[in-house]
């Protein structure tokens, strides 16, 4: 059959080879099936989607929630659940009147840390879910107690970000990676989506 043999098998071969990598996620990681726990599935996304880009990264959150979030931690850093907090850092978290920050800021934040540290985080893949390593971390998840008085501003943004943890609607995960630089903690809450949930924080969970 000689050289004529080898062109023929060319179209066969360049198929395989296209089966091979449809059957592989980013960076040709082998395929896993989709876990079957919410926790997982996070973990499971999250992984998949550092690895794919950037904007499929940004793509998990719910920049608005991200927002809300963050002006609440802002008053329980300030009431103690920081305690090292700088007095410059104190004294803007208690000038805040509870206005969440904007999405368009939220998203360029949270984009600014995929280089440095989001996908050192992620590494090669082969992600798993785990128990935040910090306490800090751990309380993410857990529904927001009552504010002591005089921080009424902040009131109704508490009742909204409960909504997205009480019940089972949402929670925490930590995700460690192989050859990872570091952990993360992600903040989820349950959404009518293809996903079936939206990110609504993320933290470093330290080396």
Same mark, same amino acid.
């Given at each position: 059959? @000689?050289?004529?043999?080898?062109?023929?098998?060319?179209?066969?071969? #360049?198929?395989?080879?296209a *089966?091979?990598?449809?059957? %592989?996620?980013?960076? @040709?990681?082998?395929?896993?099936?989709?876990? $079957?726990?919410?926790?997982?599935?996070?973990?499971?996304?999250?992984e998949?989607?550092?690895?794919? $880009? /950037?904007?499929?990264?940004?793509?998990?959150? !719910?920049? #608005?929630?991200? +927002?809300?979030?963050?002006?609440?931690?802002? &008053?329980?850093?300030?009431?103690?659940?920081?305690?090292?907090? !700088? =007095?410059? #850092?104190?004294?803007?978290?208690?000038?805040?009147?509870?206005?969440?920050?904007?999405?368009?800021r939220?998203?360029?934040n949270?984009? $600014?840390?995929? =280089?440095?540290?989001?996908?050192?985080?992620?590494a090669? +893949?082969? %992600?798993?879910?785990?128990?935040?390593?910090?306490?800090?971390? /751990?309380? *993410?998840?857990?529904?927001?107690?009552?504010?002591?008085?005089?921080?009424? $501003?902040?009131?109704?943004? &508490? /009742?909204?970000?409960?909504?997205?943890?009480?019940?089972?609607? +949402? @929670?925490?995960?930590?995700?460690? %990676?192989?050859?990872?630089? &570091?952990?993360?903690?992600?903040?989820?809450? &349950?959404? =009518?989506?293809?996903? +079936?949930? =939206?990110?609504? #924080?993320?933290?470093?969970?330290?080396?």
């Open positions: 059959m @000689g050289g004529g043999g080898v062109r023929d098998a060319t179209p066969l071969l #360049t198929a395989a080879l *089966l091979a990598a449809a059957a %592989c996620g980013p960076k @040709g990681e082998a395929a896993r099936p989709r876990p $079957s726990t919410l926790p997982e599935q996070v973990v499971y996304d999250f998949r989607a550092v690895m794919t $880009s /950037q904007d499929a990264f940004l793509a998990l959150f !719910d920049f #608005t929630a991200v +927002g809300e979030m963050e002006i609440l931690l802002h &008053r329980y850093d300030v009431l103690g659940r920081l305690p090292d907090l !700088d =007095d410059e #850092t104190r004294a803007e978290y208690l000038a805040e009147d509870g206005t969440p920050y904007p999405p368009e939220e998203r360029r949270v984009g $600014s840390f995929y =280089d440095w540290l989001i996908r050192p985080a992620v090669r +893949g082969d %992600c798993h879910a785990v128990t935040p390593t910090w306490a800090y971390n /751990q309380l *993410l998840g857990v529904p927001y107690e009552p504010l002591p008085p005089g921080n009424e $501003s902040h009131e109704p943004l &508490r /009742q909204k970000v409960n909504g997205y943890l009480e019940d089972g609607a +949402g @929670g925490v995960i930590g995700i460690r %990676c192989p050859g990872g630089e &570091r952990g993360l903690a992600l903040v989820y809450t &349950r959404r =009518d989506n293809a996903r +079936g949930y =939206d990110l609504i #924080t993320i933290y470093d969970d330290g080396p």
